[in-house]
């Protein structure tokens, strides 16, 4: 049976020995399990400078930010805040680093955990989080995504996305399919497909394809085969074979044997919800969190929005590319600081989980303004806490949780997997290509496309 594999984060000891270079000072501070690391004052004053303060433009989030930092050192006094407005930016990063400017906090991509990790840009957070009273409050899935092979963690993820099957309850019932058994392999997702456009002349599949979404979409159906995009270093691509082919020749056989992907070939993830709101897209491949577009935006009725788990390709175990947020926290944090770092991102991104009045609160808010409450996710806290969250706002819960039944049930036996580590962006944009010409090109040979595309995404990789 094959297995799509984890890519583990490079030991960071391995990097100081034989990349110093790269990142100076910040490969030194970054700290490491397998040293031994200084006990921290947890009395001791200490300030931290936390990124991604909403600009004046955005006055209400602003003021809703700085609320939370002054009851944030309210609460902890000895812990100052300064909040600035740097956020994620790989152009300026390297300067930020070099010139020890960074934010001691900061959010980031998951797409980035393993290379920033892996030169040492990040502090290792290990001790901090069990300190700070955090462990046992995590996700284990999404926490294994941020640590090396040495059990050393370099993140905190705050918000995940697993990518799944998005389906339209209705058109199943129209089609003659049961709503509630929505398909589990891509064998079954095809013949759905074709029973959708034969019965209601929807198209029964669509997927992005543009503005690197559909390299996404690439990612995630090779994956769910069982392979991968690049080898554990980021060093080369690995993507020219069995289980790509098997996924692009399983949708040019729905496009052009079966004629049940519809007649456009150029969705982006706004064009393809919109479509698929107003009933004229069967599946398609994406987040939970399209719940909100497609229901409080597009006004697609709640009922007919569906949710199930990634497709499984033959031969492979169930797998999905799953993506979201983390924090991380400078390299040249001192042991204090990394604790207050930690506290601070238990405050203000997933004390909402775990505080029965806070999460009442807000759940009561976002309902009587119309917001979804609450569309079911990969927690970024563990299951026992995201119940017992659903539990304290169940009364505000507008969101037809049945609806997701399959794809929250597939947690435990499915496997989470990171984007690739290295330049994901733009490997994706090379996909892209792949996914068009497959689409778009009637008879082209997907063994010749994949080798053109090995050979683009192994030159951006060796930049």
Same mark, same amino acid.
């Given at each position: 049976m094959r297995t799509a594999s984890k890519r583990s984060l490079v030991p960071l000891a391995a990097v100081l020995v034989l990349g110093m270079g790269v990142t100076g000072c910040a490969g030194g501070a970054a700290g490491s399990p397998g040293g031994a690391e200084p006990t921290p004052d947890l009395d001791a004053d200490v300030t931290i400078t936390v990124g991604d303060l909403p600009p004046t433009s955005e006055a209400e989030k602003r003021a809703f930010y700085e609320s939370q930092v002054e009851a944030f050192m309210a609460e902890n006094p000895h812990i100052t805040v300064e909040a600035v407005e740097d956020t994620w930016n790989p152009q300026t990063f390297q300067a930020q680093l070099a010139a020890d400017s960074l934010p001691t906090v900061l959010s980031v991509a998951f797409t980035e955990a393993n290379a920033l990790?892996?030169?040492?840009?990040?502090a290792e957070l290990g001790q901090a989080i069990e300190l700070a009273g955090l462990g046992a409050q995590l996700n284990p899935d999404l926490l294994d995504l941020v640590s090396d092979d040495e059990g050393g963690i370099f993140a905190v993820p705050t918000s995940a996305q697993a990518l799944g099957l998005v389906y339209n309850r209705d058109l199943f019932a129209q089609a003659g399919l049961d709503p509630d058994a929505p398909p589990q392999t891509w064998d079954e997702l095809r013949d759905a497909a074709k029973q959708i456009t034969a019965k209601t002349g929807?198209?029964?599949?669509a997927t992005m394809t543009t503005e690197n979404q559909g390299g996404w979409m690439v990612a995630a159906g090779i994956y769910s085969y069982g392979g991968t995009v690049e080898d554990a270093k980021g060093a080369e691509a690995t993507f020219n074979d069995e289980p790509a082919t098997e996924y692009l020749e399983l949708l040019q056989r729905m496009r052009w044997d079966d004629g049940s992907m519809g007649s456009n070939f150029l969705y982006n993830a706004g064009a393809l919800v919109q479509d698929f709101s107003a009933g004229k897209v069967g599946m398609f491949i994406g987040f939970s969190g399209l719940y909100r577009p497609a229901v409080i935006r597009n006004q697609m009725p709640a009922e007919n929005f569906g949710m199930a788990p990634? !497709?499984?390709g033959a031969g492979a175990e169930p797998a999905s590319l799953t993506g979201g947020t983390i924090q991380v926290v400078s390299p040249s944090a001192s042991p204090e600081e990394r604790v207050a770092a930690v506290k601070w991102?238990?405050?203000f991104h997933l004390?909402?989980?775990t505080d029965e009045e806070l999460a009442v609160e807000q759940a009561e808010s976002a309902a009587a303004s119309g917001q979804a409450v609450t569309v079911p996710e990969r927690p970024a806290i563990s299951q026992d806490a995201y119940d017992q969250y659903f539990e304290w706002i169940q009364l505000y819960v507008n969101v037809p949780l049945d609806n997701f039944g399959s794809y929250t049930a597939a947690f435990e036996k499915?496997?989470?997997?990171?984007? !690739?580590?290295?330049k994901a962006q733009e490997v994706y944009a090379e996909l892209d290509v792949v996914l068009q010409k497959v689409l778009t090109e009637q008879g082209s040979?997907?063994?010749?496309v994949l080798t053109e595309a090995e050979t683009a995404v192994n030159r951006l990789l060796s930049r």
């Open positions: 990790a892996g030169r040492g840009q990040v929807a198209a029964g599949f990634m !497709p499984v991102i238990d405050y004390k909402k989980f499915q496997r989470l997997l990171p984007e !690739p580590a290295v040979d997907v063994g010749e």
